[in-house]
Nanobody, 121 residues
Framework: QVQLVESGGGLVQPGGSLRLSCAASGSRFKSNAMGWFRQAPGKQRELVAAISSDGSIKYGDSVKGRFTISRDNAKNTVYLQMNSLKPEDTAVYYC???????????????WGQGTQVTVSS
């Protein structure tokens, strides 16, 4: 079973930056795509970014040009660098091991506790 621990969230002002980390246990990390999702109160969980095992990347439209996803396979860790943060980025952020079929990233039912990101002045 995969174990996921997200960290790095907090309270920041609009325009600020945060770097989220997700430490993943399990032997499947290096062969799996990894994604970041977020969920705000009363809203559906949405894909923020995803990265394949070989570095192919997809971003949600709302974060393109502001967020950067990366991974360190040696550390079994995936990162999300968030710049130019906006109040609408406020949400709980989760990482997720994903599969990729025919170029499409697919979520799996493995989730950590999430980390809260609040953007407010």
């Amino acid at each position: 079973q995969v174990q996921l621990v997200e960290s790095g969230g907090g309270l920041v002002q609009p325009g600020g930056s945060l770097r989220l980390s997700c430490a993943a246990s399990g032997s499947r990390f290096k062969s799996n795509a990894m994604g970041w999702f977020r969920q705000a109160p009363g809203k559906q969980r949405e894909l923020v970014a995803a990265i394949s095992s070989d570095g192919s990347i997809k971003y949600g439209d709302s974060v393109k040009g502001r967020f950067t996803i990366s991974r360190d396979n040696a550390k079994n860790t995936v990162y999300l660098q968030m710049n130019s943060l906006k109040p609408e980025d406020t949400a709980v952020y989760y990482c997720n091991p994903m599969s990729q079929l025919a170029g499409v990233f697919l979520a799996t039912n493995y989730w950590g506790q999430g980390t809260q990101v609040t953007v407010s002045s």
